[in-house]
């Protein structure tokens, strides 16, 4: 299985953005049976948790983000989106999309740019 990260975009902070992850060569019940992650890597940092959505749909933000975006998913699709409402420069990253815990191989993400 291969992460296909897209939506990525040059935004002005105040705006919005919806990046959207595909599961390529995931087998629907590995999918929908799996909790789901968006991560993000910011220039000099490491890789960091940012959004998770359990099978059955609930989901957990990091404070950094909370109430600003909102993972959600579709399994019969096996995708996974990240709406980014609000976004301020900070979040200038390349983002991510995975399993959360026991990883399918990483894509290569979808780089959000953000300038004030």
């Known amino acids: 299985v291969r992460m296909v990260e897209s939506g990525g975009d040059l935004v002005q902070a105040g705006g919005s953005l919806r990046l959207s992850c595909y599961a390529s060569?995931?087998?629907?019940?590995?999918?929908?049976?799996?909790?789901m992650a968006w991560y993000r890597q910011a220039p000099g940092k490491q890789r960091e948790l940012i959004a998770t959505?359990?099978?059955?749909?609930?989901?957990d933000h990091a404070d950094s983000v909370k109430g600003r975006f909102t993972i959600s998913r579709l399994n019969a699709k096996r995708m996974v989106y990240l709406q980014m409402n609000s976004v301020r420069p900070e979040d200038t990253a390349v983002y991510y999309c995975?399993?959360?815990?026991?990883?399918?191989?990483w894509g290569q993400g979808t780089r959000v740019t953000v300038f004030s």
């Open positions: 995975n399993r959360h815990g026991n990883r399918w191989t």
């Open positions: 060569g995931a087998i629907l019940s590995d999918f929908s049976g799996n909790a």
């Open positions: 959505i359990t099978s059955g749909g609930s989901t």
